[in-house]
Protein backbone atom coordinates (compact mmCIF):
# COMPACT_ATOMS: atom_id res chain seq x y z
CA UNK A 1 0.00 0.00 0.00
CA UNK A 2 1.45 3.41 -0.91
CA UNK A 3 2.00 5.86 1.35
CA UNK A 4 -0.90 8.15 1.03
CA UNK A 5 -3.11 5.13 1.51
CA UNK A 6 -1.43 3.88 4.56
CA UNK A 7 -2.05 7.89 5.76
CA UNK A 8 -5.64 8.21 4.87
CA UNK A 9 -6.64 4.37 6.24
CA UNK A 10 -5.08 5.38 9.70
CA UNK A 11 -6.27 8.58 9.49
CA UNK A 12 -10.03 7.55 8.92
CA UNK A 13 -10.31 4.10 11.22
CA UNK A 14 -9.09 7.10 14.24
CA UNK A 15 -11.60 8.91 13.48
CA UNK A 16 -14.75 6.45 12.33
CA UNK A 17 -13.78 4.87 15.89
CA UNK A 18 -13.87 8.36 17.54
CA UNK A 19 -16.99 9.46 16.09
CA UNK A 20 -18.31 6.02 17.15
CA UNK A 21 -17.87 6.38 20.65
CA UNK A 22 -18.57 9.81 20.87
CA UNK A 23 -21.79 8.74 19.10
CA UNK A 24 -22.28 6.02 21.56
CA UNK A 25 -21.42 8.32 24.63
CA UNK A 26 -24.11 10.88 22.97
CA UNK A 27 -26.53 8.43 22.34
CA UNK A 28 -26.81 6.47 25.90
CA UNK A 29 -26.73 9.94 27.32
CA UNK A 30 -29.61 10.92 25.89
CA UNK A 31 -31.55 7.58 25.81
CA UNK A 32 -31.89 7.89 29.65
CA UNK A 33 -33.86 10.82 29.47
CA UNK A 34 -35.80 10.20 26.70
CA UNK A 35 -37.06 6.51 28.20
CA UNK A 36 -38.41 9.26 31.07
CA UNK A 37 -39.71 11.43 28.88
CA UNK A 38 -41.66 8.80 27.20
CA UNK A 39 -43.07 7.05 30.47
CA UNK A 40 -44.15 10.91 31.54
CA UNK A 41 -46.01 11.43 28.20
CA UNK A 42 -47.82 8.11 28.34
CA UNK A 43 -48.64 8.68 32.14
CA UNK A 44 -50.61 12.19 31.03
CA UNK A 45 -51.69 10.93 28.03
CA UNK A 46 -53.47 7.61 29.65
CA UNK A 47 -54.75 9.59 32.57
CA UNK A 48 -56.55 12.32 29.95
CA UNK A 49 -58.12 9.48 28.21
CA UNK A 50 -59.38 7.91 31.31
CA UNK A 51 -60.74 11.13 32.49
CA UNK A 52 -62.20 12.45 29.28
CA UNK A 53 -64.30 9.27 29.19
CA UNK A 54 -65.40 9.02 32.84
CA UNK A 55 -66.13 12.67 32.73
CA UNK A 56 -68.39 12.06 29.43
CA UNK A 57 -69.83 8.65 30.80
CA UNK A 58 -70.36 10.47 34.17
CA UNK A 59 -72.24 13.36 32.39
CA UNK A 60 -74.69 11.43 30.48
CA UNK A 61 -75.78 9.66 33.81
CA UNK A 62 -75.87 12.88 36.11
CA UNK A 63 -78.44 13.85 33.30
CA UNK A 64 -80.34 11.22 33.71
CA UNK A 65 -80.37 11.21 37.07
CA UNK A 66 -81.47 15.06 36.99
CA UNK A 67 -84.43 14.17 34.83
CA UNK A 68 -85.34 10.82 37.19
CA UNK A 69 -85.09 12.73 40.59
CA UNK A 70 -88.56 14.31 40.58
CA UNK A 71 -90.13 10.71 40.18
CA UNK A 72 -88.15 9.00 42.08
CA UNK A 73 -89.89 8.76 45.13
CA UNK A 74 -93.10 7.65 43.03
CA UNK A 75 -90.43 4.82 41.62
CA UNK A 76 -89.51 3.70 45.19
CA UNK A 77 -93.24 3.88 46.40
CA UNK A 78 -94.16 1.27 43.82
CA UNK A 79 -96.26 3.84 42.14
CA UNK A 80 -96.09 3.57 38.31
CA UNK A 81 -94.79 6.86 36.23
CA UNK A 82 -97.24 8.42 33.81
CA UNK A 83 -96.62 7.68 29.97
CA UNK A 84 -95.03 11.35 29.49
CA UNK A 85 -92.26 11.12 32.25
CA UNK A 86 -91.37 7.54 30.65
CA UNK A 87 -91.64 9.20 27.66
CA UNK A 88 -89.49 11.98 28.73
CA UNK A 89 -86.92 9.57 30.15
CA UNK A 90 -86.39 7.61 26.87
CA UNK A 91 -85.54 11.14 24.82
CA UNK A 92 -82.88 11.64 27.72
CA UNK A 93 -81.59 7.82 27.18
CA UNK A 94 -81.78 8.62 23.55
CA UNK A 95 -79.52 11.12 23.63
CA UNK A 96 -76.62 9.28 25.31
CA UNK A 97 -74.96 7.82 22.79
CA UNK A 98 -72.92 5.87 25.54
CA UNK A 99 -76.08 4.37 27.15
CA UNK A 100 -78.89 1.65 25.39
CA UNK A 101 -81.66 1.56 28.42
CA UNK A 102 -82.04 2.40 32.38
CA UNK A 103 -82.91 0.14 35.16
CA UNK A 104 -84.31 1.51 38.29
CA UNK A 105 -82.52 -0.98 41.26
CA UNK A 106 -84.68 -0.87 44.46
CA UNK A 107 -82.54 -2.77 47.32
CA UNK A 108 -85.48 -3.21 49.84
CA UNK A 109 -86.92 -5.54 48.71
CA UNK A 110 -85.26 -6.36 46.07
CA UNK A 111 -86.46 -4.88 42.40
CA UNK A 112 -85.44 -3.85 38.63
CA UNK A 113 -88.03 -0.89 37.29
CA UNK A 114 -87.05 -0.54 33.80
CA UNK A 115 -86.55 3.12 32.54
CA UNK A 116 -85.79 3.77 28.86
CA UNK A 117 -87.45 0.46 27.91
CA UNK A 118 -90.13 -2.05 28.34
CA UNK A 119 -87.78 -4.75 27.96
CA UNK A 120 -87.45 -6.30 31.53
CA UNK A 121 -84.14 -7.52 32.96
CA UNK A 122 -84.83 -9.94 36.23
CA UNK A 123 -81.83 -11.44 35.98
CA UNK A 124 -80.20 -8.05 37.53
CA UNK A 125 -81.48 -9.00 40.55
CA UNK A 126 -79.38 -11.87 41.58
CA UNK A 127 -76.10 -9.80 40.40
CA UNK A 128 -76.68 -7.09 42.57
CA UNK A 129 -78.05 -8.81 45.47
CA UNK A 130 -74.76 -9.76 46.13
CA UNK A 131 -73.39 -6.61 45.91
CA UNK A 132 -73.67 -3.05 47.14
CA UNK A 133 -74.69 -1.07 44.33
CA UNK A 134 -76.06 1.49 46.90
CA UNK A 135 -72.33 2.62 48.30
CA UNK A 136 -70.17 2.05 45.19
CA UNK A 137 -69.93 2.54 41.46
CA UNK A 138 -68.80 -0.51 39.71
CA UNK A 139 -69.25 -2.54 35.96
CA UNK A 140 -70.45 -6.10 35.65
CA UNK A 141 -71.38 -8.19 33.19
CA UNK A 142 -74.43 -10.35 32.88
CA UNK A 143 -76.10 -12.30 30.20
CA UNK A 144 -74.19 -10.52 26.70
CA UNK A 145 -74.32 -7.33 28.33
CA UNK A 146 -72.03 -4.49 29.94
CA UNK A 147 -73.63 -2.32 32.59
CA UNK A 148 -72.42 -0.11 35.01
CA UNK A 149 -74.46 0.90 38.43
CA UNK A 150 -74.50 4.63 40.13
CA UNK A 151 -75.60 4.98 43.62
CA UNK A 152 -78.43 7.10 44.27
CA UNK A 153 -78.05 7.58 47.75
CA UNK A 154 -78.18 11.20 47.75
CA UNK A 155 -81.86 10.96 45.93
CA UNK A 156 -82.91 8.83 48.74
CA UNK A 157 -80.86 8.55 52.18
CA UNK A 158 -83.73 6.47 54.11
CA UNK A 159 -82.63 3.11 51.31
CA UNK A 160 -79.23 3.24 50.38
CA UNK A 161 -79.63 0.05 48.37
CA UNK A 162 -81.34 2.48 45.82
CA UNK A 163 -78.96 2.80 42.20
CA UNK A 164 -79.32 3.46 38.70
CA UNK A 165 -78.37 0.38 36.56
CA UNK A 166 -77.05 1.73 32.75
CA UNK A 167 -76.64 -0.48 29.96
CA UNK A 168 -73.58 0.32 27.87
CA UNK A 169 -73.21 0.91 24.22
CA UNK A 170 -70.12 -0.96 23.15
CA UNK A 171 -69.54 -0.39 20.07
CA UNK A 172 -70.43 3.63 21.01
CA UNK A 173 -67.93 3.22 24.09
CA UNK A 174 -65.01 1.71 21.91
CA UNK A 175 -65.12 3.97 19.62
CA UNK A 176 -65.19 7.07 21.76
CA UNK A 177 -62.66 5.70 24.32
CA UNK A 178 -60.28 5.36 20.86
CA UNK A 179 -61.06 8.94 19.78
CA UNK A 180 -60.00 9.84 23.58
CA UNK A 181 -56.74 8.37 22.22
CA UNK A 182 -53.46 9.89 21.44
CA UNK A 183 -51.27 6.86 21.47
CA UNK A 184 -51.54 5.50 18.34
CA UNK A 185 -51.02 1.70 18.13
CA UNK A 186 -52.35 0.88 21.39
CA UNK A 187 -55.00 -1.72 22.82
CA UNK A 188 -57.24 -0.77 26.18
CA UNK A 189 -58.19 -3.48 28.15
CA UNK A 190 -61.53 -2.74 30.35
CA UNK A 191 -61.34 -5.48 33.35
CA UNK A 192 -62.79 -6.05 36.97
CA UNK A 193 -61.95 -8.32 39.64
CA UNK A 194 -59.38 -9.31 36.71
CA UNK A 195 -62.35 -10.29 34.21
CA UNK A 196 -62.42 -8.96 30.77
CA UNK A 197 -65.56 -6.35 30.55
CA UNK A 198 -65.27 -5.60 26.93
CA UNK A 199 -63.37 -6.95 23.96
CA UNK A 200 -59.82 -5.17 23.89
CA UNK A 201 -60.61 -1.65 22.24
CA UNK A 202 -57.51 -1.27 19.33
CA UNK A 203 -56.24 2.53 18.22
CA UNK A 204 -54.62 0.92 14.96
CA UNK A 205 -54.80 2.90 12.08
CA UNK A 206 -57.56 1.55 9.68
CA UNK A 207 -56.67 -1.27 7.51
CA UNK A 208 -53.99 -2.88 9.93
CA UNK A 209 -55.98 -5.93 11.48
CA UNK A 210 -53.50 -7.13 14.09
CA UNK A 211 -55.46 -8.98 16.68
CA UNK A 212 -54.94 -7.61 19.74
CA UNK A 213 -53.14 -10.46 22.90
CA UNK A 214 -55.50 -12.09 24.95
CA UNK A 215 -56.48 -10.38 28.65
CA UNK A 216 -54.55 -13.31 29.91
CA UNK A 217 -51.12 -12.72 28.85
CA UNK A 218 -51.45 -8.96 29.85
CA UNK A 219 -52.31 -10.15 32.84
CA UNK A 220 -49.30 -12.17 33.10
CA UNK A 221 -47.11 -9.65 31.92
CA UNK A 222 -48.40 -7.53 34.43
CA UNK A 223 -47.47 -9.71 36.97
CA UNK A 224 -43.74 -9.42 35.93
CA UNK A 225 -42.35 -6.14 34.83
CA UNK A 226 -44.79 -5.06 32.85
CA UNK A 227 -43.18 -6.40 29.18
CA UNK A 228 -45.27 -8.31 26.86
CA UNK A 229 -42.69 -10.08 24.77
CA UNK A 230 -42.23 -8.05 21.51
CA UNK A 231 -45.41 -6.65 21.50
CA UNK A 232 -45.06 -3.80 23.76
CA UNK A 233 -45.31 -2.97 27.80
CA UNK A 234 -48.53 -2.68 29.86
CA UNK A 235 -49.62 0.51 31.55
CA UNK A 236 -52.00 0.75 34.19
CA UNK A 237 -52.63 4.31 35.45
CA UNK A 238 -54.13 4.78 38.92
CA UNK A 239 -57.21 6.47 37.49
CA UNK A 240 -59.87 4.06 37.72
CA UNK A 241 -63.34 4.31 35.42
CA UNK A 242 -65.93 3.59 37.65
CA UNK A 243 -64.14 0.86 40.47
CA UNK A 244 -62.42 -0.91 37.08
CA UNK A 245 -59.06 -1.26 36.15
CA UNK A 246 -58.00 0.82 32.65
CA UNK A 247 -54.79 -1.66 30.70
CA UNK A 248 -52.54 0.42 28.60
CA UNK A 249 -50.46 -2.22 26.07
CA UNK A 250 -48.57 0.47 24.45
CA UNK A 251 -46.90 -0.39 21.55
CA UNK A 252 -42.30 -1.29 21.56
CA UNK A 253 -42.40 1.26 18.55
CA UNK A 254 -43.87 3.65 20.40
CA UNK A 255 -41.61 3.66 23.06
CA UNK A 256 -38.83 3.54 20.55
CA UNK A 257 -39.95 6.25 17.80
CA UNK A 258 -38.52 8.50 19.76
CA UNK A 259 -35.27 6.60 20.05
CA UNK A 260 -35.19 5.88 16.74
CA UNK A 261 -35.35 9.69 15.58
CA UNK A 262 -32.33 10.57 18.05
CA UNK A 263 -30.51 7.51 16.59
CA UNK A 264 -31.08 8.20 13.17
CA UNK A 265 -30.11 12.78 13.87
CA UNK A 266 -27.26 11.07 15.86
CA UNK A 267 -26.01 8.74 12.80
CA UNK A 268 -26.85 11.44 10.67
CA UNK A 269 -25.02 14.48 12.06
CA UNK A 270 -21.86 11.81 12.53
CA UNK A 271 -22.23 10.68 9.09
CA UNK A 272 -22.12 14.17 7.94
CA UNK A 273 -18.96 14.90 10.14
CA UNK A 274 -17.22 12.00 8.92
CA UNK A 275 -17.61 12.42 5.03
CA UNK A 276 -16.14 16.19 6.33
CA UNK A 277 -13.36 14.81 8.06
CA UNK A 278 -12.56 12.45 5.26
CA UNK A 279 -12.48 15.40 2.56
CA UNK A 280 -9.85 17.20 5.30
CA UNK A 281 -8.05 13.97 5.79
CA UNK A 282 -7.28 13.73 1.95
CA UNK A 283 -6.25 17.54 1.79
CA UNK A 284 -3.72 17.19 5.13
CA UNK A 285 -2.69 13.34 3.29
CA UNK A 286 -2.22 15.33 -0.46
CA UNK A 287 -0.12 18.02 1.51
CA UNK A 288 1.71 15.66 3.40
CA UNK A 289 2.76 13.41 0.11
CA UNK A 290 3.09 15.73 -2.47
CA UNK A 291 6.76 17.43 -1.28
CA UNK A 292 7.37 13.31 -1.25
CA UNK A 293 6.23 12.56 -4.76
CA UNK A 294 7.98 15.59 -5.58
CA UNK A 295 11.07 14.33 -3.92
CA UNK A 296 10.69 10.72 -5.47
CA UNK A 297 10.83 12.32 -9.00
CA UNK A 298 13.58 14.01 -8.80
CA UNK A 299 15.28 10.52 -7.12
CA UNK A 300 14.51 9.07 -10.31
CA UNK A 301 15.69 11.96 -12.75
CA UNK A 302 19.22 12.18 -10.78
CA UNK A 303 19.45 8.61 -11.48
CA UNK A 304 18.56 9.44 -15.20
CA UNK A 305 21.30 11.65 -15.47
CA UNK A 306 18.19 14.34 -15.65
CA UNK A 307 19.42 17.21 -14.06
CA UNK A 308 17.36 19.55 -15.26
CA UNK A 309 14.32 19.43 -13.35
CA UNK A 310 14.45 21.98 -10.46
CA UNK A 311 12.37 21.94 -7.06
CA UNK A 312 9.75 24.68 -6.16
CA UNK A 313 10.93 25.15 -2.62
CA UNK A 314 8.20 26.76 -0.69
CA UNK A 315 9.46 28.28 2.73
CA UNK A 316 8.29 25.86 6.01
CA UNK A 317 9.79 25.74 9.18
CA UNK A 318 8.22 22.14 9.17
CA UNK A 319 10.13 18.80 9.28
CA UNK A 320 8.60 18.46 5.04
CA UNK A 321 10.59 21.77 4.38
CA UNK A 322 14.25 21.04 5.75
CA UNK A 323 13.99 17.84 4.00
CA UNK A 324 13.39 19.32 0.78
CA UNK A 325 15.40 22.30 1.21
CA UNK A 326 18.16 19.67 2.63
CA UNK A 327 17.56 17.37 -0.45
CA UNK A 328 17.87 19.92 -2.81
CA UNK A 329 21.35 20.81 -1.61
CA UNK A 330 22.21 17.20 -1.97
CA UNK A 331 20.97 17.08 -5.34
CA UNK A 332 23.07 20.19 -6.64
CA UNK A 333 25.92 18.92 -5.12
CA UNK A 334 25.57 15.07 -6.53
CA UNK A 335 24.88 17.05 -10.06
CA UNK A 336 28.28 18.90 -10.09
CA UNK A 337 29.89 16.03 -8.63
CA UNK A 338 28.92 13.45 -11.27
CA UNK A 339 28.24 16.11 -14.53
CA UNK A 340 31.38 17.89 -14.18
CA UNK A 341 35.54 17.30 -14.06
CA UNK A 342 36.82 18.61 -10.91
CA UNK A 343 39.97 20.24 -12.47
CA UNK A 344 38.28 21.91 -14.98
CA UNK A 345 34.30 22.38 -14.32
CA UNK A 346 33.50 21.18 -17.56
CA UNK A 347 31.26 18.85 -18.23
CA UNK A 348 32.58 15.52 -18.32
CA UNK A 349 32.14 12.41 -21.04
CA UNK A 350 29.34 10.47 -19.19
CA UNK A 351 27.37 13.67 -19.13
CA UNK A 352 28.36 14.60 -22.76
CA UNK A 353 27.57 10.74 -23.69
CA UNK A 354 24.07 11.14 -21.76
CA UNK A 355 23.43 14.69 -23.68
CA UNK A 356 24.05 12.62 -26.98
CA UNK A 357 21.36 9.97 -26.05
CA UNK A 358 18.84 12.30 -25.72
CA UNK A 359 19.30 14.52 -28.31
CA UNK A 360 19.71 11.43 -30.57
CA UNK A 361 16.02 10.39 -29.60
CA UNK A 362 14.80 13.48 -30.48
CA UNK A 363 16.18 13.61 -33.71
CA UNK A 364 14.98 10.07 -34.26
CA UNK A 365 11.33 11.12 -32.65
CA UNK A 366 11.15 14.12 -35.24
CA UNK A 367 12.98 12.60 -37.48
CA UNK A 368 15.04 15.63 -37.87
CA UNK A 369 18.89 15.24 -39.25
CA UNK A 370 21.64 15.17 -36.14
CA UNK A 371 25.22 16.64 -36.29
CA UNK A 372 27.95 16.05 -34.00
CA UNK A 373 30.86 18.71 -34.14
CA UNK A 374 34.16 17.27 -32.13
CA UNK A 375 37.29 19.77 -31.32
CA UNK A 376 40.29 18.66 -30.75
CA UNK A 377 43.70 20.57 -29.52
CA UNK A 378 46.69 20.12 -31.37
CA UNK A 379 50.30 19.94 -29.69
CA UNK A 380 48.41 20.17 -26.23
CA UNK A 381 51.12 18.01 -24.80
CA UNK A 382 52.89 21.14 -25.30
CA UNK A 383 50.69 23.68 -23.52
CA UNK A 384 50.75 20.93 -20.66
CA UNK A 385 54.98 21.34 -20.36
CA UNK A 386 54.70 24.65 -20.66
CA UNK A 387 52.05 25.76 -17.90
CA UNK A 388 51.92 22.40 -15.92
CA UNK A 389 49.72 19.73 -15.34
CA UNK A 390 47.84 21.53 -12.86
Known sequence: MRLKGKLVLSFTSVVFASLAILGGIIYYSFAQGIKKDTNQILILQSQQTIMAARSALQHQINDIIAALSPSINRLLQHQTLDAGTLENLRKIADKAPLINSLYLYQGSPAKIIPLSTRRNAPYLIDKLKNSTPGKNDFWFRSHDHLYVVVALTALNKKNKKNALVTEINE??????????????????????????????????????????????????????????????????????????????????????????????????????????????????????????????????????????????????????????????????KIKDLVTKDQLTHVFNRCFLMHIFELALLKALRLEETLSCIMIDIDYFKKVNSTFGHQ
Open 171 to 332: QAMSEFINSLTTIRGATIYLSRDKKLLMPPISTTSRGNNVKPPEFSLVQAALSKDGTLENRGRIYQPPQQLFNSEVSFLIPRSFYQSRLNTLRNRISTALLIVAWCSILIILVIAQHIIRPVQRLNKLTKDSIAFNYTSELEIKPSSDEIGDLTLNFENMRL
